[in-house]
């Protein structure tokens, strides 16, 4: 069955739904993404989603584009019509097409580009993945130094999923002054004692949606969560670790540059964590 | 009048040249590109542009697509029905479209997406800003670490230049660990008693067509070529600064961070550098 997909304004079947040669994004990597997952027919951190992608047109003087305050009922109207149970919403904010390529950003009269579309994922919230754990290789961070903005520019961590590919490993962290930043699309954690440790904010990682709701459900179930940056060594020696995305909710590392984390298996905390935030998210969704 | 551009295999309308939006440019950045520039309807240093264009595409292992064997008859092609006298010709590289988003390249028979177009510049190579020279500032370099591979993440370089707009100036240069890498779309030299110093190769700066060339017809001329980093503070104190690309040539740089190089003006050596450039590959173009 062909996706519909929202385009500036209109439902198109996804075959239809092209972009000017001159787009920003196309040309210059100048847009900002979102992911939100959908579960029972429902929207998952919504609201989260939305003000970050507020802050990542402030953050680039981008312009809302037009339907920025109908986006909630946009995303329904996706879920509604591609018959999504569980799976994801991609949005898009391009700068938009000036009708020519240049580095200086385009008037005021050009408007923004809104992509929206949806991937079917059956079964994502009971992934076999979160019961067997990935692997993970560390690579060294080589993106630029604005992180904290959603920008479409991934050719890195695409490179990086590719690297942990051809490593037999299903994911890459990286690794900046010799302190782990996160995932190609994750934030990463350890777990040591009864510690959760993750990266505190900063322009270096992504102010990750799901990590936010993850550490409030932590502290409200009286773990003790420590934002601050680790190394790979510290990594390998702690007694769980995992990432967490709007996609894997919380899915559990076994394994690090081949050396096996705890007891090799996904542990408690990550498991327990995951069971919080799905069941959390599910009484939450719109 | 509307431009024929090339996509894929036809010539098109502007208008008419429409990418889908799972284009791996659009959705992650997954894309290379080149400029050259055109002169009396021929094109400068065409070899060279298509030389980097393939190591690119050998860097990132993308696929040549199909079409790059008749390069030099595109950009001909489209030369002669747009009717270009003086300009550029933009083409890029995608790794084309899945169908799909997912951080993981694409199976092989996902086929590149090529796409050229022209930008017709009348007076390109008499610019009046070669007489008057350009106003630099000095930002951080926040790019990401491959800078030798030229991909379409431009969104930093981007906002750089609406930073010196932003500050009356024409340009930035980027500075990383104290040193200049370059500037937002060119390299960066000065020039000190008899010698042009330009930072070296690495993977920290575009290995720049124009400043090969550049760089070749210095030696020619028995000026001493220094490839060494050097700060803003010591660019400040040149005699001279001036910078390369394809669709500059050699334009000279007057001001840095609010100071007056040299004499404020246009100085001798980037004049006869440009002479120079502009003369040798008038001959040599194709």
């Given at each position: 069955?062909?996706?519909?997909v929202y385009l500036n304004g209109e439902y198109l079947p996804e075959a239809e739904a092209?972009?000017?040669?001159f787009d920003r994004s196309f040309l210059m990597a100048d847009g900002v993404y979102e992911v939100t997952s959908v579960l029972d027919g429902k929207l998952i951190d919504f609201d989260g989603h939305r003000a970050r992608l507020e802050r990542s047109l402030n953050e680039l003087e981008m312009q809302k584009p037009e339907g920025f305050d109908d986006l909630l009922d946009i995303h329904r109207e996706l879920v509604r019509v591609n018959e999504i149970d569980e799976g994801m919403i991609y949005l898009q904010v391009s700068r938009g097409s000036a009708g020519d390529r240049d580095f200086a950003y385009p008037s005021e009269d050009v408007k923004p580009t809104l992509v929206l579309f949806t991937q079917n994922k059956p079964g994502l919230a009971n992934s076999p993945a979160a019961k067997k754990g990935m692997k993970v290789i560390s690579i060294e961070d080589q993106r630029w130094g604005r992180r904290d903005i959603k920008t479409v520019q991934l050719l890195y961590p695409s490179m990086g999923k590719m690297m942990a590919k051809a490593a037999g490993c299903d994911d890459a962290w990286m690794v900046q002054d010799g302190m782990v930043t996160e995932g190609t699309s994750n934030n990463a954690y350890i777990v040591?004692?009864?510690s959760i440790i993750t990266r505190q904010l900063s322009?270096?990682?992504l102010h990750g949606i799901t990590r936010?709701?993850?550490l409030r459900f932590a502290?409200?179930?009286q773990m003790k969560v420590e934002e601050r940056s680790f190394t790979i060594d510290e990594a390998q020696e702690a007694d769980e670790a995992f990432i967490t995305s709007a996609s894997t909710?919380?899915?559990p590392v076994v394994e690090i540059d081949g050396a096996a984390i705890g007891t090799g298996t996904p542990g408690p905390i990550a498991g327990r964590l995951r069971e919080i935030y799905l069941e959390e998210s599910r009484k939450a969704a719109v």
């Open positions: 069955m062909s996706r519909t092209k972009i000017s040669i040591k004692g009864n322009n270096d990682i936010a709701a993850v502290k409200e179930a909710f919380v899915m």
